[in-house]
């Protein structure tokens, strides 16, 4: 009787089912290069930040400068206030060192008169002195002096120390100080650059002024001078034909701000009307022109969302406002 083998050999695979296999294989890495080629199978590009969430991390960064800078005004304040009053304490000083040296030295000389003289020398002056007990009247007066000399040393003495410890205090407490200025320092420094960096990050579209609005869809780089020019004139006295840079008038604000971008504008809304090209209110831009009523006497500086930067009127300085307070005649694109 047969026995069954211990191991079943396997048999090699057909030439029929090796084919097949490959050609699947083939097809697929095919079909994942294809895929990678297309960018299908590609991780997530990164999205650019919105100009809002630029805002947040700028309002996010100005919430913890604000209060370092705060910070920083009061240890600068309260720095100069204790550097003062070490120096003034110097002066106190000075003059109580000079004063303990002299004493010293006055009680310096008494000594050497009463000791370095000798006991002959003092009999000898007994001698010769008509009047008994001269000397010791002498004596008793040099030790009283003596004492007394020592007794303003003492109180001179114990003024400087006191005047030094409260130096040494404050001297203590500057340095302390003048750290925390430093510190703070490179801190705000360091979150400042942080904010110019986040606003240099805006796009190009954008401009970020400080007495307007962030305005978004900027046309042109001549359109975001402009608009930053008008901007910095916010406040301004409005005066009758007055071209800045002090005080301005409607067509006057609006020529200054071109001529900052090399656009030349003439001073007066008619002729700034038909210098312009003429754009759908639609398809009105930031730094477009926008003029008011029949006759075209009053211009703006458009900024976007129905607002505008104009010299507004006597009595009213350059202000941002909305252009629906006045019927808007047209829209004219400079340049």
Not at 25 to 51: M, S
Not at 255 to 276: C, D, M, P, R, V
Not at 301 to 307: F, P, S
Request: net charge positive; glycine share 8%.
């Amino acid at each position: 009787m047969a026995t069954a083998p211990l191991h079943r050999r396997v048999s090699a695979p057909s030439p029929r089912s090796t084919g097949p296999r490959r050609a699947l294989t083939r097809l697929l890495a095919l079909v994942a290069a294809v895929a990678v080629g297309a960018g299908l199978l590609a991780t997530p590009a990164y999205a650019e930040p919105t100009v809002d969430e630029i805002e947040a991390q700028i309002d996010k960064q100005w919430r913890q400068l604000e209060p370092t800078i705060e910070q920083y005004n009061k240890v600068r304040s309260q720095l100069k206030v204790n550097r003062r009053k070490s120096a003034d304490l110097e002066k106190k000083i000075l003059p109580l060192q000079m004063e303990s040296e002299l004493a010293m030295n006055r009680i310096g000389e008494l000594a050497s008169r009463y000791y370095v003289i000798g006991p002959s020398q003092e009999l000898g002056a007994v001698l010769l002195n008509s009047r008994p007990g001269a000397l010791g009247e002498q004596l008793t007066m040099l030790d009283r002096v003596a004492i007394q000399e020592r007794k303003e040393i003492e109180g001179v003495l114990a003024m400087q120390a006191k005047y030094g410890t409260q130096k040494q205090k404050l001297d203590t407490l500057v340095a302390t100080q003048v750290k925390q200025e430093k510190e703070l320092a490179a801190k705000r420094k360091s979150i400042t650059a942080e904010i110019k960096r986040l606003e240099a990050s805006m796009p190009k579209t954008t401009v970020k002024t400080a007495n307007c609005p962030t305005i978004d869809g900027v046309v042109n780089e001549a359109a975001r001078v402009a608009i930053r020019t008008a901007c910095a004139q916010v406040g301004k006295p409005y005066v009758f034909g007055s071209t800045g840079p002090n005080s301005f008038d409607c067509s006057g604000l609006t020529q200054y701000a071109y001529k900052a971008a090399g656009i030349s504008l003439t001073h007066f809304t008619g002729a700034q009307w038909n210098e312009g090209k003429a754009i759908p209110r639609n398809e009105a831009r930031p730094g477009d022109l926008v003029f008011f009523f029949s006759d075209l006497h009053h211009v703006g500086l458009y900024l976007g969302n129905d607002t505008m930067v104009h010299a507004a009127r006597a009595g009213k300085p350059v202000n941002v406002s909305s252009i629906n307070t006045m019927p808007v005649a047209g829209f004219r694109r400079p340049g």
